[in-house]
């Protein structure tokens, strides 16, 4: 149960060690940052869980990731203006009961998410 994320670089092939994300809670235009960590080697926080179970709320959040700064610590040569910099992931939590897993897939040129389990 909780919240969690895990980040896969799909150019590479690999878990986006050493990105940046920073999670917020939402309400309306208003976002307050809760914590910002640095991924693991596997592409995870490195300190487990976003949320316990028994802290996840009901409500909106956001999760941010320095996707132009992971790849560019990657070596990778990316055009100025980059096509992606920060991606910004909004959603909801209905079921505070329910494990959250908010996975990001991530090249320099596309992402894709979904809730994970």
Do not use: I
């Amino acid at each position: 149960m909780g919240l969690s994320t895990h980040v896969l670089d799909t150019m590479h092939g690999t878990p986006a060690a050493g990105m940046q994300v920073a999670l917020y809670t939402t309400q309306g235009e208003q976002a307050t940052l809760v914590k910002s960590f640095v991924l693991n080697a596997d592409g995870r926080n490195p300190d487990g869980l976003l949320y316990e179970h028994a802290d996840l709320k009901v409500g909106t959040y956001r999760l941010v990731f320095d996707v132009a700064g992971y790849f560019r610590g990657c070596g990778v040569s990316l055009p100025e203006p980059n096509f992606l910099n920060l991606v910004s992931l909004d959603f909801g939590v209905a079921h505070a009961d329910q494990h959250y897993h908010v996975p990001l897939l991530v090249s320099p040129w596309s992402y894709s998410t979904y809730r994970g389990s």
